[in-house]
């Protein structure tokens, strides 16, 4: 796993939160989210990550980072609004980042092998990290995807945007985007579509495997994103989920899928701040996670 690079899409400006919430600290030993992901990795045997951030965040992440940089080797990427396919106009007014595809796509400068990528303000849990960590070590030449039990991923109360993983079992096929599920009476219901779920079907959590090869995808499907209209760029969002649906509908690089029974916990809202900090406290006192994550540990050469 040393090998493999983390990605951490961290540049996310938190326009429902309130602020950068992939660097709220967290948990008893007051650590930001992704330190806990971090940990999970290293403990698997990961190594190499790359952090994907604002230009105005990086004083704040280099002094975040300080304490696994003594563990892992830690480099910071800046996703800058104006990497983008040559010939493309940027709409005038345009502030918020391009979205997850092209986060990840600004860190293609800096892994030169397999990658992960995972969401800076999301707890994706040891369970998952072990899944992924077989995935793999069985498949280490292919691309492949974590997939979460909807019923795993939806809070008690408030609505969320999910993906569905349409797949032949192995393979993901395609990812089908719900933007208001909710849970109702022991069910899941989108509340646009009206489309009831039990809360088995897996969804995808941003919890990706890579060759590198797979920049060739991005590339391709950023001209037809950035083709659109200014009136439509000026809101839309470059997101992962497309890079993976083109994956399977040009059918040139495919995208094996696994899931995963662990629970996963995230920041989208201010309140779920207090629902995170509460799960972890919990962890902490059942031993999954140390108080303080990179204390009595020692480095590896």
């Keep these: 796993m040393d090998k493999v690079a983390i990605v951490i899409l961290a540049a996310g ?23 806990y992901s971090l940990r999970a990795a290293y403990d698997r045997g990961f190594r190499r990550v790359v952090c994907v951030i604002q230009r105005s965040q990086r004083e704040e992440m280099e002094e975040l980072l300080e304490k696994p940089r003594q563990f892992m080797e830690i480099h910071c990427v800046e996703q800058d609004p104006s990497n983008v396919p040559s010939g ?6 345009r ?41 793999i070590g069985r498949f280490p030449k292919e691309n492949a995807t974590i997939a979460y039990r909807l019923r795993h991923t939806v809070p008690n109360a408030g609505a969320v945007s999910r993906g569905l993983c349409i ?12 933007f208001q599920i909710e849970q109702a009476h022991g069910k899941f219901i989108d509340g646009r579509s009206n489309r009831c779920f ?18 060739q995808i991005f590339r391709k499907n950023a001209a037809e994103f950035f083709n659109q209209s200014a009136e439509i760029l000026s809101l ?9 649906n083109e994956c399977s509908r040009s059918g040139e690089i495919s995208m094996r899928i696994s899931i995963t029974n662990a629970s996963w916990m995230g920041i989208t809202n201010a309140s779920d701040a207090a629902l995170v900090d509460g799960h972890i406290d919990e962890l902490v006192r059942r031993g999954a996670y140390p108080k303080y994550l990179w204390e009595n540990i020692l480095p590896t050469p």
Excluded: C
């Design 198 to 215: 039990t809360g088995d079907e897996p969804v995808s959590m941003n919890f990706f495997y890579f060759q590198r090869e797979i920049f």
């Design 95 to 135: 502030k918020k980042p391009w979205g997850t595809a092209h986060a990840t796509y600004a860190a293609a400068h800096a892994v030169n092998g397999p990658f992960l990528v995972i969401n800076g303000d999301d707890l994706y849990g040891h369970q998952a990290w072990k899944d992924m960590e077989q995935l």
């Design 236 to 244: 839309a969002e470059w997101m992962l989920p497309t890079v993976a």
């Design 167 to 178: 797949s032949d079992g192995e393979y993901l096929e395609k990812i089908e985007e719900f």
């Design 88 to 93: 493309t106009k940027i709409p005038i007014g």
């Design 13 to 35: 400006i938190g326009s429902r939160y309130g602020g950068p919430k992939q660097m709220k600290k967290i948990g008893p030993g007051a650590h930001a989210i992704f330190e």
